[in-house]
């Protein structure tokens, strides 16, 4: 027998002749990775890796960023516009100018016989900046209706409406680059390792130099929980008693930043009296965190000579998301730490262009971070169109939230989804449904025909995905990227860019206004109008040449500013956007209107992701390398609580809530506490067949990861059998 390597063949890597990089930006998550994409003589794709001169990855990719180049040739994806009368009826396949027509004829008929807002249109967080801007034109401009919104309000909208409460404007004021500065950091809600692996690895990197504190507050044992010195296991929605009882904390022992708090704030005193009722031997019994746990964590971060926090959808998807906002948001400003390296309130964005929406797509306003309820933008942005000022409405429309509902009462009639997939995305599933069953017109935009709310479609536009087309991106750290256009599109799908030009042509005032052929146009129509003193969205020093050139620049990035660095960080200054200048606190009260567990339902239901797949897996439970990993619907539950039920590991089960029932998989693990079992909601008909999703009042944001569930044992090959069933992409 030979031992040893010497008789091994070595292991040889395929030769991939690249003939040409082309530069491009992760399209799934926030983090804002740059890829180059290797593509050969032909123009094929060999292979991509991580932009290793790139700041915000500096090389790294997770493992959807990895594989996200074998989108371009998965399955299911649109090839040829596809129309149908009924959407019970088979589609036939027709030309774009058709599906064109057809459905501008049918937007007007239906604005026409029951008035310009029965016909909504709900748009994403995925496209790209120049797309939502133009968007925002057809759909402001020309086609005329104020029920406009997007899935960001699934997502990022408590942050947005927090942020606006506390500094009067949206936008992150931090950067990753805190983590190297700061000597305290907390995250609420925020599952990083899994959900934004690269900007996890960076704070990883930073800790490891500088070994500061991290403290994550989640009521899982999170893959973060693990890795951090503290974890805080909250008792799910009432996060912001543990953070009104840490500012009792921090005032009862003279902690917080006396001259920040007077020279750059207002209502101290409003907050000082909501915040004295949360002494933290009562609050610990709301909130689940002992009293001394509690006077800890605030001492630290009062102490700390920077400290941050950030925050995802634990905090945003909670009836309490804008006021948890507000309230991360007092306390860095109750202990000085806005606007200063490592002293920052920084919200972890979802989707890979979660911000440019809200920046540019007038969904919830007019570009630029404008207001309708204003009318000198009201005026502004008429002017800079060419059209009357008087054809805007004079406050936002519904939410996305509200648009559903709104169909259920027959106020909506028609709908045009644009990247977004609310069949598996929307809580109450079973409700969603109805209401798309009683639509008159509905169209779904969309780069895979096989997305489950095609299902109740009219009308089809299969759109192109990624770098089969050009444009930018704004990630987390208000970081302008760019996508270069790699790929032609496949077969007949068109840019979104394209599908909104020629939409504007079927309108009267799309004949006015004027819509470029070119992304970069529309780039430099938002450059001009992101102009302006005192305003801090101004990218107007940017070209695609620099962007490309500095591999992504922050906002602002002004006209008169030399070299390729935008700046870090907002509110460095303590000036704010409200009128004043100062910051709001906003004294929150705490309010408990969750479904909660009760002896017929005895589980908390959580949901939330896992690290291979996105979403509702149109495209990662295509890759083969991410859907292995989880290809079955399943569930996190407690091995205690399972005893109990005699329930075992890799069981199927039956979750009944108030709205439906689900069959899952059972993972056996300590991750959750006996009371709760947590599902990721990537599956189609699984937790959102019995999630509730109460709204947040301020953003209409829905609680995702609050109501109650019971757990029943299955018949396992009844169970086996339905999931086989199961499409499985
Ligand atoms: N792999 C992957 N990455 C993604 C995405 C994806 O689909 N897959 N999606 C992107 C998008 S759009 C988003 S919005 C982000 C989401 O990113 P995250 O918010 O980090 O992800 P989630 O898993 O939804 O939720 C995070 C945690 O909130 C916790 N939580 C539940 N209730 C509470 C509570 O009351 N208080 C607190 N403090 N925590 C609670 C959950 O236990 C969960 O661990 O991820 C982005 N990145
Ligand atoms: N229970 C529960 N539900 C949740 C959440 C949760 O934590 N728990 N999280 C919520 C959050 S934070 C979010 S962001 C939403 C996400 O919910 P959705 O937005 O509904 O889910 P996605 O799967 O991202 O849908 C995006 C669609 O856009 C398509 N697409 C991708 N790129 C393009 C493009 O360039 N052009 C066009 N036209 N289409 C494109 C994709 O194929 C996909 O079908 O889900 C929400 N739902
Ligand atoms: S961390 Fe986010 S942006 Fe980076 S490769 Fe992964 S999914 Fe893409
Ligand atoms: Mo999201």
């Known amino acids: 027998m030979i031992f040893g390597r010497k008789n091994r063949k070595p292991i040889t890597i395929p030769k991939k002749e690249v003939a040409e990089w082309k530069y491009s930006t992760c399209n799934y998550c926030s983090t804002g990775c740059a890829i180059e ?40 994806r649109g090839t040829e516009p596809l129309i149908r009368d009924k959407y019970h009826e088979d589609f036939k396949t027709t030309s774009w100018d058709h599906a064109l027509d057809h459905t501008a004829e049918k937007i007007k008929e ?53 942020y606006k409460r506390s500094f009067g404007s949206d936008g992150p004021p931090g950067c990753y680059g805190d983590f190297e500065h700061t000597d305290c950091f907390m995250a609420f809600g925020s599952n990083l390792p899994e959900q934004h692996p690269v900007i996890y690895w960076r704070l990883k990197e930073a800790k490891e130099k500088r070994n500061f504190p991290i403290i994550v507050v989640d009521p899982r044992v999170t893959m973060f929980a693990q890795f951090a010195d503290i974890h805080l296991p909250i008792t799910p929605g009432t996060d912001c008693v543990l953070l009104n009882a840490m500012m009792y904390v921090i005032f009862d022992e003279g902690l917080e930043d006396q001259a920040y708090l007077e020279a750059h704030t207002n209502n101290l005193e409003e907050l000082k009296e909501v915040v004295a009722k949360y002494d933290p031997k009562s609050a610990q019994h709301i909130c689940g965190i002992d009293e001394d746990r509690i006077r800890m964590v605030a001492r630290i971060y009062a102490k700390a000579g920077a400290a941050m926090s950030i925050w995802t959808m634990g905090i945003n998807q909670s009836t309490h998301g804008s006021d948890g906002v507000a309230n991360i948001n007092n306390l860095n400003l109750v202990t000085g730490n806005i606007g200063k390296p ?23 306003g007019l570009p630029g971070y404008r207001a309708l309820e204003k009318p000198e ?21 519904l939410a996305q939230t509200d648009i559903f509902p709104a169909i259920e009462t027959g106020e909506i009639k028609g709908l045009w989804l644009i990247a977004t997939n609310p069949m598996t995305s929307m809580a109450n599933t079973p409700r969603i449904r109805k209401m798309m069953e009683k639509l008159e017109f509905l169209v779904v935009q969309d780069c895979y025909k096989d997305v489950e709310t095609n299902e109740y479609s009219h009308v089809f536009f299969p759109a192109s995905v990624w770098a089969e087309k050009e444009g930018c991106h704004t990630n987390t750290e208000r970081r302008v990227s760019i996508t270069r256009n790699a790929m032609k599109p496949h077969a007949n799908s068109k840019p979104d860019f394209w599908v909104f030009n020629q939409m504007a042509k079927r309108f009267d005032n799309g004949k006015v206004i004027r819509f470029p052929e070119k992304p970069e146009e529309a780039f430099d129509e938002m450059k001009h109008l992101s102009k302006g003193e005192n305003r801090i969205l101004d990218i107007s020093g940017m070209t695609y040449d620099k962007i490309e050139a500095a591999r992504g620049i922050q906002w602002p990035f002004r006209e008169s500013d030399e070299g390729l660095k935008g700046e870090a960080r907002l509110y460095t200054d303590g000036k704010f956007q409200t009128p004043n200048g100062k910051a709001n606190l906003i004294a929150v009260n705490f309010f408990n209107n969750n479904e909660q567990p009760c002896g017929e339902y005895p589980f908390w239901l959580n949901s939330g992701r896992v690290v291979e797949h996105f979403h509702t897996r149109t495209r990662t439970g295509k890759i083969g390398n991410c859907n292995k990993f989880s290809p079955t619907p399943f569930m996190e539950m407690n091995p205690d609580a399972a005893e109990e ?85």
């Open 37 to 76: 994409i290797g593509l050969d003589k032909e123009g094929k794709v060999v292979t991509s890796r991580g932009h290793a001169g790139a700041d915000v990855n500096r090389g790294k990719l997770c493992i959807k960023g990895l594989l996200e180049t074998e989108l371009f040739e998965s399955d299911g």
């Open 110 to 162: 239906i604005q026409g016989k029951y008035g310009r807002d029965s016909f909504a249109v709900i748009s994403t967080g995925q496209l790209l900046t120049e797309e939502f801007y133009t968007l925002g034109k057809l759909v402001r401009g020309c086609i005329g209706t104020n029920n406009y919104d997007g899935n960001t309000t699934l997502c990022m909208a408590s942050a947005v409406s927090g």
């Open 342 to 364: 490592g002293g920052t309130s920084l919200s972890i964005t979802g989707q890979c262009n979660a911000m440019g929406t809200r920046e540019w797509s007038s969904c919830s």
């Open 377 to 397: 933008h009201r005026e502004e942005i008429a002017n800079y169109w060419g059209i009357d000022p008087s054809f805007f409405p004079e406050k936002r429309g």
């Open 645 to 729: 039920l005699n329930i075992q590991h890799q069981q199927y089960v039956r979750l009944t809530s108030r709205r439906g029932d689900a069959v899952v998989m059972v993972q056996l693990t300590q991750r959750v506490p006996r009371n709760m079992v947590f599902i990721p909601f990537h599956y189609y008909d699984c937790v959102n067949r019995l999630s509730l999703g109460l709204l947040d009042p301020h953003s209409r944001q829905p609680a995702f990861k609050q109501c109650s569930v019971r757990v029943e044992p299955v018949d396992q090959a009844e169970a086996a059998r339905l999931n086989a069933e199961r499409r499985t992409f």
